[in-house]
């Protein structure tokens, strides 16, 4: 069974460009998250979605980020313009359904903006 | 506020050495805990998922446990071999904020 899939695996940009994320979830898997890890922390979730609706997107920097799962299957993860303390691994995980089973984790995408 | 700690943030042994590794949280109304393993430059591997009614979880050498009313949780790794070299993050889904809260991590390391 393929597991969480994420694109690209790395990426350089400058400050104030645009850039995009993308994951496919392990199919049948309902519950989409997106998480950013900072160096030596733990991640920290931006937003949740269950199918296509996003439930949780209290941490989510409403004014540069934004994300979509069309379809309730892949998603994107957009942030525009990036900025020097975007820098952060961003992670993509999917659960069959309730916050109560298991998340597995892609390998997430290292954004380095300079 | 709903946190998780993990002490020590590092931790180095020699092979063969049986080793615990803490993590705290702070609220006790939780779903469930899990520890996960992190080698570098990868995503997490989901290793145990101790459910709030439970006490404990066992998978091969790892063993975790949970006690709720003070607020901490163990994994006990046994035998320890270089390749579980990694860094270990415990996460607990607290019911009032319904997501998956991280600690830090411990980063441990085993010796040849």
């Known amino acids: 069974e393929a597991g969480v899939v994420q694109s690209p695996r790395y990426k350089i940009i400058e400050k104030k460009q645009p850039v995009a994320f993308w994951c496919n979830p392990i199919s049948g898997h309902n519950t989409l998250y997106w998480y950013r890890q900072n160096l030596g922390q733990g991640p920290e979730l931006l937003i949740r979605?269950?199918?296509?609706?996003?439930?949780?997107d209290s941490q989510l920097p409403k004014d540069r980020f934004s994300a979509e799962r069309l379809k309730g299957v892949d998603s994107t993860l957009k942030i525009q313009p990036a900025e020097l303390g975007d820098s952060a691994v961003y992670l993509c995980a999917s659960s069959l359904g309730s916050l109560a089973e298991t998340q597995y984790f892609g390998p997430g995408t290292r954004l380095l903006v300079l | 506020k709903q946190e998780v700690t993990q002490i020590p943030a590092a931790l180095s042994v020699p092979e063969g050495e049986n080793l615990v590794l803490n993590c705290s949280f702070t609220d006790s109304a939780i779903y469930n805990l899990q520890w996960f393993r992190q080698d570098p430059g990868k995503g997490l591997t989901s290793l145990l998922l101790?459910?709030?009614?439970?006490r404990e979880q066992t998978s091969g050498r790892l063993n975790a446990s949970l006690d709720k009313s003070s607020g901490r949780s163990t994994l006990y790794i046994a035998a320890s071999q270089p390749g579980d070299s990694a860094t270990y993050l415990c996460?607990?889904?607290?019911?009032?904020?319904?997501?998956?809260?991280f600690g830090q991590g411990t980063r441990l390391t085993i010796n040849p």
């Open positions: 101790i459910q709030s009614s439970q």
């Open positions: 979605y269950e199918n296509e609706e996003a439930v949780d």
């Open positions: 996460a607990v889904t607290y019911q009032g904020a319904q997501k998956l809260v």
